[in-house]
């Protein structure tokens, strides 16, 4: 079976420092992969999503960056936080090229402050 | 290009009561549609999904859902909530050609009380 982790659940960082926050993903291959933040009262908003190894798609301008060097890892990234970057981020995969819904990691709660 | 509204942003009801979690869509092109629960400070779980074939869904816990592509919506029913079902609830919709991403409303909070 396929499981989907995020590390670290939950994370307080000060304004300006970087970000590092990862999902693995375990027993499935060459997935679709996908960041979303989810901000208070404001649904979820879809980040990143990635259909392969060094392949990224942003969907909204911002002040983060993804990345994937493995085939079931995705990274969210920053070099310098903003207090708007506070949020709940879920990771997601999709088999590629199916029409198969999307499984959601457990997410981590990022507060910047 | 899709977009989901969900009219309710909370939905307070009692136990045992039924409830009704209203979601509209808008898109151009055919569609499929979701219904995901999140429980507090967990991931997305799928609720329940129409892809093709009859309208109306099910879960295993006594949701259901029903396409009308009339009124472009997919509202989420159960005849009697319990407390365990205090969660929120996010419809999405994707296009039907491969790869199409997810849209998702804005998300209905159901508090259910004793």
């Known amino acids: 079976s396929q499981t989907i982790h995020q590390w670290p659940a939950t994370l307080v960082q000060p304004v300006g420092s970087p970000l590092s926050l990862e999902c693995t993903v375990e027993?499935?291959?060459?997935?679709?992969l996908y960041w979303y933040r989810q901000a208070a009262g404001r649904g979820l908003q879809l980040l990143f999503y990635?259909?392969?190894?060094?392949?990224i798609s942003s969907e909204v301008p911002q002040n983060l960056s993804a990345s994937r060097p493995q085939d079931r890892q995705f990274i969210l990234s920053s070099k310098k936080l903003l207090l708007s970057d506070s949020g709940f981020y879920l990771c997601?995969?999709?088999?590629?090229?199916?029409?198969?819904?999307?499984?959601f990691g457990p997410g981590t709660r990022l507060l910047v402050l | 290009a899709q977009s989901v509204t969900q009219l309710d942003s909370q939905v307070p009801v009692f136990e045992e009561a039924p409830v009704e979690l209203r979601c509209n869509y808008s898109s151009s092109v055919s569609v499929y549609l979701f219904w995901y629960v999140q429980y507090p400070n967990q991931g997305l779980q799928l609720l329940l999904k129409?892809?093709?074939?009859?309208?109306l869904v099910e879960s295993i816990n006594g949701f259901e859902a029903e396409f009308n592509k009339s009124q472009t919506s997919f509202h989420l029913r159960k005849p009697s909530v319990h407390i365990s079902d205090t969660a929120e609830y996010f419809c999405?919709?994707?296009?039907?050609?491969?790869?199409?991403?997810?849209?998702f409303g804005q998300g209905t909070e159901l508090s259910v009380k004793p």
């Open positions: 990635s259909v392969g190894i060094g392949q």
């Open positions: 999405a919709v994707s296009e039907t050609r491969q790869g199409g991403k997810l849209i």
């Open positions: 997601a995969w999709k088999r590629q090229g199916s029409i198969e819904t999307q499984y």
């Open positions: 027993g499935t291959s060459n997935p679709n």
């Open positions: 129409y892809l093709s074939g009859s309208t």
